[in-house]
């Protein structure tokens, strides 16, 4: 009897001895959470307001240019990082020019002015997250007024041009909704005859082919 509690006692010592041994059980590993990059879709309606300016593309002393303002409307479908869509803008425009010279001894000012711009164009680009580099084209439209004066008597007539525009631009979404955007327009518009009809001139006064380099800067809220 001595001897069973004997080793009952030994081999007690011992479990307890080897349960100090063992190393306390590791608290569970948990993976912390992967940091997830914002990712910006261009896809959706926005709106914006645009700024810049316009020179004709030509040497000539008549050559006008300018500053315009407004605002611009838009959708965009975006495919993996291409996006596609469609732009209309209008603005006020002030891109103009006065020459005044002698005429028989008679000063004659002849003044062109674009009160107003707009284009409707298609945009196709490629998106770095919320970069967006893209080229643009599509439809010109500029409200243009000519004007002749001589002492006592002016004259002036405006009309609607029709034209094409081509460019490139590039777009920052800068917080999530908001983007602004830098872009090169060049606008052709068509010949047009002004003051047909007036002081005897049947056929009236082309202006010819009008084409205008202009760079604006805008900024839009996307829904």
């Known amino acids: 009897m001595k001897r069973l509690a004997l080793g009952l006692l030994l081999a007690s010592i011992a479990g307890a001895a080897n349960a100090a041994d063992l190393p306390a059980a590791a608290a569970p590993y948990t993976k912390a959470p992967a940091i997830v990059a914002p990712i910006y879709n261009w896809t959706g309606f926005y709106i914006g307001a645009m700024g810049g300016y316009g020179s004709e593309n030509t040497s000539d002393a008549f050559g006008i240019k300018g500053g ?51 284009t409707v164009r298609g945009r196709f680009g490629y998106a770095f997250d919320q970069v967006l580099f893209y080229g643009t084209g599509g439809l010109a ?8 004066s001589v002492p006592g008597l002016t004259i002036s007539d405006s009309h609607t041009q029709i034209g094409w525009t081509a460019g490139a631009g590039i777009e920052w979404m800068f917080i999530p909704r908001w983007s602004l955007k830098v872009e090169y327009l060049y606008r052709s518009f068509s010949s047009q005859n002004f003051f047909v009809g007036q002081l005897g001139l049947a056929q009236g006064i082309p202006t010819g082919t009008v084409n205008i380099n202009s760079a604006q800067v805008g900024i839009n809220y996307h829904f």
Do not use: R
Not at 105 to 118: C, M, S, W, Y
Not at 141 to 148: F, G, N, V, Y
């Open 141 to 148: 439209i500029a409200d243009t007024k000519l004007s002749a």
């Open 68 to 118: 315009f303002a407004g605002g611009t409307i838009g959708y965009n479908w975006q495919f993996n990082q291409f996006v596609a869509g469609i732009e209309a803008d209008g603005a006020w425009a002030d891109i103009n020019n006065s020459v005044t010279q002698p005429f028989f001894g008679v000063p004659i000012t002849a003044t062109a002015k674009i009160d107003a711009l707009g």
